[in-house]
């Protein structure tokens, strides 16, 4: 039998990179998730928390789907519902960029967009609030809320924790994850830690980011960062975070083009970014395993784009300290549940 796309998704290459850290001998191995069908790690949590949906009874023939997500989930459920013949609606602000809209409307998407601003200054209690009528006005309409759900997470455990644990050749002392949702750091985590006890858990984080506490403010870089501290978030799971700036995930990028012919989307360049404000902490012959969330062409208005970013933003320096170590307390103990 020919498989569907969406049983594509996933089992993505783990490779070596040879981006030079000064002179220190780190090796850097990298998933790159931009091989998905969808071009992101997103098909991981999209066709996942599908697919329990259906196994659960949520989501029949005749559901609406409906989510809040101005980038590369909207466009992975808009591509899965497409394939699995299921209404969506994605739920966005002016925040999303043209090209992201324009690839959620050829999937066949509606687009809810709303554009009035939150007491925050921000989208998202609008956004949430749209959902929430949404929920109420279309007909079996079911939000697979990402912050959320625990299928996100689980779709990280199950996926690349689970194919890094099985592809690594040698046992990595850090991994280095972008958050947002936090599902993917939540999920490879607790694999990669099941694996191999002695792994330190580093967070990239932008500044203007809220997730670890710190203040909110202007974020450019779409993906990463969040306005909001997710549901999901186990600070136990995480032991330390570095902070990065627009600009420095700028030359993050260009730097994987540069340096290994990869163009990778915005939050690739903030994870070069980070392990490069990391190394004087990093011991000699540190192991880095990471997490490369998707390809560069959907960023060629934006990182890619020499006038981006305004000249005054370029030297913008983090308003706290780059890097920080979690409190620990215990770790929680079940494997998939919590
Ligand atoms: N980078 C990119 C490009 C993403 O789209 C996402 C998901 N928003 C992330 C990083 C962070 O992943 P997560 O939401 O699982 O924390």
């Known amino acids: 039998m020919i498989p569907n796309l969406y049983s594509f998704v996933g089992d993505t290459p783990l490779v070596e990179l040879e981006v030079p850290f000064g002179g220190a001998e ?21 066709s996942f928390m599908i697919q329990q949906g259906i196994a659960d009874g949520r989501i029949t023939n005749s559901t609406h789907l409906v989510e809040s997500s101005s980038g590369n989930l909207a466009i992975a459920i808009a591509m899965i519902a497409r394939q699995m013949k299921l209404e969506f609606t994605a739920v966005i602000d002016p925040n999303v960029t043209k090209n992201n809209r324009e690839l959620i409307e050829i999937y066949g998407a509606k687009i809810e967009f709303v554009d009035e601003k939150d007491v925050e200054g921000g989208y998202l209690q609008s956004r949430i609030r749209r959902v929430r009528r949404l929920l109420d006005e279309l007909p079996n309409a079911v939000w697979l809320n990402q912050y959320a759900n625990p299928d996100n997470r689980r779709s990280h455990y199950e996926g690349i924790g ?12 850090h991994a280095f994850v972008g ?20 792994i330190r858990i580093v967070a990239v984080d932008v500044v203007g980011s809220v997730i670890f506490g710190s203040p909110g403010g202007q974020r450019r870089l779409p993906g990463i960062g969040a306005s909001r501290v ?31 012919g990869l163009l990778a989307g915005g939050s690739s360049g903030s994870i070069i970014a980070a392990i490069e404000k990391m190394v004087p902490r990093l011991p000699h012959d540190a192991v880095i395993v990471t997490v490369l969330p998707d390809r560069g062409e959907r960023y060629l208005d934006t990182v890619y784009n020499s006038n981006w970013l305004p000249e005054n933003e370029r030297a913008r320096r983090p308003l706290h300290d780059s890097h920080r170590i979690l409190a620990k307390t215990s770790r929680p103990q079940s494997v998939t549940q919590s």
């Open 179 to 198: 958050v947002s949702t936090c599902g993917t750091i939540m999920g490879v985590a607790r694999r990669l830690r099941e694996a191999w006890p002695a």
């Open 26 to 46: 780190i090796r850097l191995f990298a998933k790159l998730e931009m091989f998905n069908p969808g071009g992101s790690i997103k098909d991981r949590p999209a």
């Open 230 to 260: 997710p549901e999901q978030l186990d600070t136990c799971e995480i032991d330390e975070v570095v902070y990065v700036t627009d600009w420095e995930s700028m030359q993050g990028c260009h730097r994987l083009v540069r340096e290994e």
């Open 162 to 173: 689970e194919e890094v644990v099985r592809d690594m050749p040698v046992e990595p002392t």
